[in-house]
């Protein structure tokens, strides 16, 4: 097929899923066209040797990314967004006319950033018929401000248009297909596609000596909370639940964030020398540290939008055979009791998962092994990009057979 690709952003950006998504059809042997901006995040500003412009196409075999231009003002106020969005979908609109007009089916990845862009698109090629892969329903990413309520609004009724458009939306968590459903798609359109990993990266490996000492110290049990110290983790409830187990289990949080501080001084406060601080590491090195420890740690508080979220780093330790420790609700802890692969607690609750912790330091080694296995396993089934890939090709697929069968 000829699959057109919408996305806001696109590597060499952090854009994983759309990237590794358009790689793997292209090799599949389908063309494709990615319709994307010009790389700018996190900072807001175009990466360096880059230059925006009109008709910026690259091309590898089957694979063709056509560039347009969007305001990049490195602002992250309401409305230095709200014209970032905007001038991307005023751009995609225009280039889209006639880059994808003879398209067999459009992909389109909709976070909130590319709202108005599908929508316009969606009404521009009403013919072809579209696969939306929402990873997201809320604009929770906006900053606060006087306009966000307005502004919040306004992406929220661009996505329910593109819903009601759709000819099939992909979800990646189950909790999120009854918010879209409520939003105006129609539940027989709407299926669950689990986000991968970069499994280039991530995969089962052995723990070099240097991680080994650099994680480990006594024979203790470790835990390892890898990723962003923020607020969306809540991690105080980890030191809490660590400080109360000193002398059975350590720790280890790698990584960096808005929280860090505070955190660490909660440690300092509690006394905690059972729990470690690693700086950011580059995501190569991740693999070695997962196998050096123990478990690895999910962390999401205790928020409404956070129940249908599933971390990246869930499915990184799946794929690495990390067994795992979660304290979240909704998706994530499903997921891992559903696959055996580790333990779970109700989220925010220190007691709880000191008790966790405590559970996780008596399990002998070997049925740590088996949980990581089984981790692994419902990786490959369920999570993996070949398993993602087949089922966003299914959709594709399914939507063209679709129309075709309606003419």
Same mark, same amino acid.
């Given at each position: %097929?000829?699959? &057109?690709?919408?996305?806001?952003?696109?590597?060499?950006?952090?854009?994983?899923?759309?990237?590794? @998504?358009? !790689?793997?059809?292209?090799?599949?042997?389908?063309?494709?066209?990615?319709?994307?901006?010009?790389?700018?995040?996190?900072? &807001?500003?175009?990466?360096?040797?880059?230059?925006?412009?009109?008709?910026?196409?690259?091309?590898?075999? +089957?694979?063709?990314?056509?560039?347009?231009?969007?305001?990049?003002?490195?602002?992250?106020?309401?409305?230095?967004? %709200?014209?970032?969005?905007?001038? #991307? $979908?005023?751009?995609?609109?225009?280039?889209?006319?006639?880059?994808?007009?003879?398209?067999?089916?459009?992909?389109?990845?909709?976070?909130?950033?590319?709202?108005?862009?599908?929508?316009?698109?969606?009404? @521009?090629? &009403?013919?072809?018929?579209?696969?939306?892969?929402?990873?997201?329903?809320?604009?929770?990413?906006?900053?606060?401000?006087?306009?966000?309520? =307005?502004?919040?609004?306004?992406?929220?009724?661009? %996505?329910?248009?593109?819903?009601?458009?759709?000819?099939?939306?992909?979800?990646?968590?189950?909790?999120?297909?009854?918010?879209?459903?409520?939003?105006?798609?129609?539940?027989?359109?709407?299926?669950?596609? @689990?986000?991968?990993?970069? /499994? +280039?990266?991530?995969?089962?490996?052995?723990?070099?000596?240097?991680?080994?000492?650099?994680?480990?110290?006594?024979?203790?049990?470790?835990? *390892?909370?890898?990723?962003?110290? =923020?607020?969306?983790?809540?991690? !105080?409830?980890?030191? +809490?639940?660590?400080?109360?187990?000193?002398?059975? *289990?350590?720790?280890?949080?790698?990584?960096? &964030?808005?929280?860090?501080?505070?955190?660490?001084?909660?440690?300092?406060?509690?006394?905690?020398?059972?729990?470690? #601080?690693?700086?950011?590491?580059?995501?190569?090195?991740?693999?070695?540290?997962?196998?050096?420890?123990?478990?690895?740690?999910?962390?999401?508080?205790?928020?409404? !939008?956070?129940?249908?979220?599933?971390?990246?780093?869930?499915?990184?330790? #799946?794929?690495?055979?990390?067994?795992?420790?979660?304290?979240?609700?909704?998706?994530?802890?499903?997921?891992?009791?559903?696959?055996?692969? =580790? @333990?779970?607690?109700?989220?925010?609750?220190?007691?709880?998962?000191?008790?966790?912790?405590?559970?996780?330091?008596?399990?002998?080694?070997? $049925? +740590?092994?088996? *949980?990581?296995?089984?981790?692994?396993?419902?990786?490959?089934? !369920? *999570?993996?990009?070949?398993?993602?890939?087949?089922?966003? /090709?299914?959709?594709?697929? /399914?939507?063209?057979?679709?129309?075709? =069968?309606?003419?």
């Amino acid at each position: %097929m000829r699959i &057109g690709v919408l996305s806001y952003h696109f590597p060499p950006e952090p854009a994983f899923i759309p990237g590794s @998504l358009a !790689e793997e059809l292209a090799a599949r042997g389908h063309e494709v066209r990615v319709l994307t901006g010009f790389p700018d995040y996190p900072g &807001g500003h175009v990466y360096p040797g880059w230059r925006q412009r009109w008709q910026h196409e690259t091309r590898s075999e +089957r694979l063709t990314v056509r560039r347009v231009p969007r305001y990049a003002g490195g602002d992250a106020s309401v409305r230095a967004r %709200m014209a970032s969005y905007l001038s #991307f $979908a005023g751009s995609a609109v225009l280039a889209g006319r006639r880059f994808l007009a003879d398209v067999d089916a459009l992909y389109v990845h909709q976070p909130p950033a590319t709202a108005f862009a599908a929508a316009g698109l969606l009404r @521009l090629l &009403g013919r072809v018929p579209t696969v939306l892969h929402v990873p997201d329903v809320c604009a929770r990413d906006e900053p606060g401000g006087a306009d966000a309520g =307005g502004w919040t609004a306004r992406i929220s009724a661009a %996505m329910a248009r593109t819903y009601r458009a759709a000819d099939a939306i992909a979800v990646a968590a189950p909790s999120l297909r009854a918010p879209v459903v409520a939003a105006g798609a129609d539940p027989a359109r709407v299926r669950v596609v @689990l986000n991968w990993t970069d /499994e +280039r990266i991530f995969h089962p490996a052995r723990p070099s000596p240097a991680a080994q000492r650099l994680v480990r110290r006594d024979g203790r049990c470790v835990v *390892m909370h890898a990723g962003t110290i =923020g607020n969306r983790q809540g991690l !105080e409830t980890a030191v +809490r639940a660590a400080a109360a187990l000193d002398g059975t *289990m350590d720790l280890i949080l790698v990584g960096s &964030g808005a929280q860090e501080r505070r955190v660490r001084g909660l440690a300092a406060e509690l006394r905690a020398d059972n729990v470690r #601080f690693v700086e950011r590491r580059s995501p190569l090195d991740m693999p070695d540290l997962y196998a050096a420890a123990d478990y690895q740690l999910v962390m999401l508080r205790d928020l409404p !939008e956070l129940r249908g979220t599933v971390p990246g780093k869930l499915q990184a330790a #799946f794929s690495c055979a990390a067994p795992v420790v979660a304290s979240a609700g909704g998706d994530t802890a499903e997921l891992v009791e559903r696959a055996r692969a =580790g @333990l779970s607690c109700p989220p925010e609750d220190w007691a709880a998962l000191a008790d966790r912790f405590w559970l996780a330091a008596t399990i002998p080694p070997p $049925a +740590r092994v088996d *949980m990581g296995r089984r981790g692994r396993e419902a990786y490959l089934r !369920e *999570m993996s990009l070949t398993a993602g890939v087949d089922r966003i /090709e299914g959709l594709l697929h /399914e939507v063209v057979a679709a129309r075709s =069968g309606a003419r």
